[in-house]
C-alpha cells in the first residue's frame, strides 16, 4: 500500500522553466509534509516542508502548495536551473506511536533541466 | 560541523550471509533512522533508535535487525541475505524526536548481493 504518491517518474524542463512536481497522500493523520532533493552518490536533504495548516510555503526559487481537502501537495521550482537536475522526492510524516515521526517518501520524481 | 556518515559505503555479499551497516549521526544527534531505498521503490522506513533503544520498525522481516550504541551509532544487520536486499540503506538523525526536527541523512551504503 503506497501511501504518498508522486508524480511525474521523470521531468525535463528547459533552463528557466517552470518544473511541477505533485503528490497525493492517502492518511488524513499526516501532519507534515517536507520535500527532499537528492543528487547521485549523495543521501537525500531537506530542501522545504510545509504543515497542513498552510496552503503556501515560498523559499527563494522553491514554493511548496498545499491543498488538504484534496490531499495534494506540489513542488513548484521557478527559473530553474541545471544545478537543479537531481531526484525529489516528497514525503509525508505523523507520529506513528511512541514519538515516531518516520518518513513515508514518494517514490521520487527525476528532474533534468537542460540548457 | 561533520554531516551523517555511513560505512562501508559498497559491500557485496552472497545470498545466505549476514551484512552490518555502520551510522555516525551528527554530534549531539541522539535519535537515528534507517531506511531502504531499492531501485523503483523509493526510500521505505525500515527502524528508529532513539537513545539506545528500538522505538519503532517498519514492515520489514526481522531478520533486519540492528542496535544503537552509547554514543548513538548505529549498526544495521541483515542476516540471512536475499537477492531482493539489494538496495541503497541510508540512516538519518535527528536531535531529539519530534515532527518538525528534520532528518539529516547520510550518503547511504549501497549493499548487492549476488
Redesign the interface.
Known amino acids: 500500500q503506497q501511501q504518498v504518491k508522486?508524480s511525474p517518474q521523470s521531468l525535463i524542463v528547459q533552463k528557466g522553466g517552470i518544473s511541477i512536481i505533485n503528490c497525493a497522500y492517502e492518511n488524513t493523520a499526516f501532519?507534515?509534509f517536507?520535500w527532499?532533493q537528492q543528487f547521485p552518490?549523495?543521501?537525500?536533504?531537506?530542501l522545504i516542508?510545509i504543515r497542513p495548516d498552510v496552503s503556501e510555503k515560498k523559499e527563494g526559487r522553491f514554493t511548496i502548495s498545499f491543498n488538504k481537502s484534496a490531499k495534494q501537495f506540489s513542488l513548484h521550482i521557478m527559473d530553474s536551473q541545471p544545478g537543479d537536475s537531481a531526484t525529489y522526492?516528497c514525503?509525508a510524516?505523523?507520529?506513528?506511536?511512541?514519538?515516531?515521526?518516520?518518513?513515508?517518501?514518494?517514490?521520487?520524481t527525476k528532474l533534468s533541466v537542460i540548457p | 560541523e561533520a554531516g551523517?556518515t555511513q560505512s562501508p559505503t559498497h559491500l557485496i555479499k552472497t545470498r545466505g550471509q549476514q551484512a552490518t551497516l555502520r551510522c555516525s549521526p551528527i554530534s549531539g544527534h541522539t535519535s537515528v533512522?534507517w531506511?531502504q531505498q531499492a531501485l523503483?521503490?523509493?526510500?521505505?522506513?525500515l527502524l528508529?533508535y532513539?537513545e539506545g533503544e528500538e522505538?519503532?520498525r517498519?514492515n520489514f522481516p526481522p531478520r533486519f535487525s540492528g542496535r544503537q550504541f552509547p554514543n548513538y551509532s548505529s549498526e544495521l544487520n541483515v542476516n540471512a541475505l536475499e537477492l531482493e536486499d539489494s538496495a541503497l540503506y541510508?540512516c538519518?538523525s535527528t536531535r531529539q524526536?519530534?515532527?518538525?526536527?528534520?532528518?539529516?541523512?547520510?550518503?547511504?551504503t549501497r549493499l548487492l548481493v549476488l
Do not use: I, M
Open positions: 508522486q501532519d507534515y517536507p527532499y552518490g549523495k543521501g537525500p536533504a531537506l516542508a522526492f514525503a510524516s505523523r507520529d506513528s506511536g511512541a514519538g515516531s515521526y518516520q518518513l513515508t517518501f514518494g517514490k521520487g | 551523517v533512522y531506511y523503483g521503490l523509493g526510500l521505505q522506513f528508529w532513539d522505538r519503532n517498519g541510508l538519518a524526536t519530534g515532527w518538525r526536527e528534520t532528518q539529516y541523512f547520510g550518503p547511504g
